[in-house]
C-alpha cells in the first residue's frame, strides 16, 4: 500500500493574519500572526488565535511577538517558529511533509528580505520555497485574467503594507508600496485619543474602534461606540464614549498617504493601460479595503471607478493557492 505524507501548501504570510491554503482542500487556517513566548526557556506557548487572548495581557515571563513587521520578516526566529506551528496545526499526521510551499511577499520588499522568507519556509520543512507577489496574489485571487494584454489595477490594504500594482500579460507593470496599513491605522488611534482626549486605549481596541466605527468618510449618522483605557489624569481605568468623527480625524494622515499613492502609480501607468483602468476600474482587496467609505473616498480622489472586491480578507491566499495548484500555468508571476 503507498502512503502520500507529503502537503504542498499556499501561505499568506501577513503582518496581522496568517492564511493557509493546502492542494486541494483550499483554505485550511486563517489566524492572526502572533506567538506568545516564554521569557525563560524561549519555548513557545500558544500560537495564533491563542496569543492573541494574551497580548497586552502577559507579566513578564511571557511576551507576545508579531513576527512580521511592515510586510516583512522582523523576527526571523519567531517567523519560523510561527509557519512550524501553523502547519503543525494542519497537516494530517505528524510524518506529514511540506513539498511544494508558495508564500507571498510585498512587492517592494529587497532580495534580502526574501530570502528571509524561503529560509523560514525551508527551515520550517519545506522542500521547495517559491514566491508571488501579494498584489499578483490578490489579482489572481478575485478572478482577473491578468494573462491578457489589458491592464487591471490593484489595491491591496493589508495589515503592514498597501501595495498599489497595475498588472498586465502576466508581469506587474507598475507598483507602489507603502508601509501605511492597519496597524498603523489602529496606532493613529492609540496616539490621537492618548494626545487630544488623554485616554490610553490597547491596540486591540484600536482595531476594534477602527472596525466598528472607523471611517475615511463623512457617516449619516456618524456613530459612538464605549470604550475602555486608562484616563491619563486619574490614572485609574474608565469607560469613555467616542465618536466617529474623532476616528476620523485620527486616521485622516494615513488614509492621504493610501491616496496619494494611489495617485502617484497612476500618473507613472503608460497612457494605455491607464485607459484600461478607466474602463474597469481600481480593485481593492485586503483587510484595509472594508474600512467604511474608503473606496468612496479614493473615487473622489482619483475620479476613477473604484470596487471592492469581493471577500477582501481572503483575496491574496485565494490567489496564491491557485498558484500552487496551477504551478505551470503560472511559471511567469513566481518572482
Ligand atoms: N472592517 C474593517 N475595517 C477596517 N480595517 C479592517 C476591517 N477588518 C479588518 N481590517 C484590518 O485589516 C488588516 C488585516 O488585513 P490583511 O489580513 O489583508 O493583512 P495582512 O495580510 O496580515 O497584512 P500585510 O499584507 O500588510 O502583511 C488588519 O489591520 C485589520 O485591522
Known amino acids: 500500500m503507498f502512503f502520500n505524507f507529503s502537503q504542498d501548501v499556499a501561505i499568506d504570510l501577513g503582518t496581522a493574519n496568517t492564511l493557509i491554503h493546502i492542494r486541494g482542500e483550499g483554505i485550511v487556517l486563517n489566524e492572526p500572526s502572533i506567538v506568545a513566548v516564554d521569557h525563560k526557556t524561549g519555548e513557545v506557548r500558544e500560537i495564533g488565535y491563542e496569543a492573541l487572548q494574551m497580548h497586552e495581557r502577559t507579566h513578564t515571563e511571557i511576551e507576545t511577538i508579531w513576527p512580521l513587521k511592515d510586510g516583512v520578516i522582523a523576527d526571523f526566529k519567531v517567523a519560523e517558529q510561527m509557519i512550524e506551528g501553523m502547519l503543525r496545526k494542519v497537516r494530517k499526521n505528524w510524518l506529514t511533509r511540506v513539498r511544494n510551499m508558495v508564500v507571498c511577499v510585498p512587492s517592494g520588499i529587497t532580495q534580502v528580505e526574501e530570502r528571509a522568507v524561503e529560509d523560514s519556509g525551508e527551515r520550517a520543512g519545506a522542500k521547495h520555497v517559491r514566491l508571488v507577489s501579494e498584489p499578483m496574489a490578490a489579482a489572481i485571487g478575485i478572478g482577473l485574467d491578468i494573462d491578457e494584454a489589458v491592464g487591471n489595477m490593484v489595491v491591496d490594504i493589508g495589515g503592514g503594507t498597501t501595495e498599489i500594482a497595475v498588472i498586465a500579460l ?21 496616539q490621537y485619543f492618548k494626545r487630544n482626549h488623554n485616554l490610553l486605549i490597547g491596540s486591540r481596541t484600536a482595531e476594534r474602534i477602527k472596525c466598528e466605527i472607523g471611517s475615511a468618510i463623512e457617516m449619516d449618522p456618524e ?32 488614509l492621504d498617504q493610501i491616496g496619494a499613492a494611489v ?73
Open 170 to 190: 502576466s508581469g506587474i507593470v507598475i507598483d507602489e508600496s507603502i508601509r501605511v496599513g492597519g496597524v498603523e491605522l489602529d496606532n493613529a488611534i492609540v
Open 263 to 335: 495617485l502617484r502609480c497612476l500618473e507613472r501607468t503608460p497612457p494605455e493601460l491607464g485607459a484600461d483602468v478607466l474602463e474597469r476600474g481600481i480593485m481593492l482587496t485586503g483587510g484595509g479595503a472594508m474600512l467604511h467609505g474608503l473606496d468612496v473616498m479614493l473615487r473622489e480622489r482619483v475620479e476613477l471607478p473604484v470596487y471592492i472586491a469581493e471577500d477582501p480578507l481572503t483575496a491574496v491566499v485565494r490567489g496564491t493557492g491557485e498558484v500552487l495548484e496551477n504551478l505551470e500555468k503560472y511559471k511567469r508571476v513566481l518572482i
Open 223 to 254: 456613530m459612538e461606540i464605549s470604550v475602555k483605557g486608562r484616563d491619563l489624569v486619574s490614572g485609574i481605568p474608565k469607560l469613555r464614549t467616542i465618536s466617529s468623527v474623532n476616528v476620523r480625524e485620527a486616521l485622516h494622515d494615513n
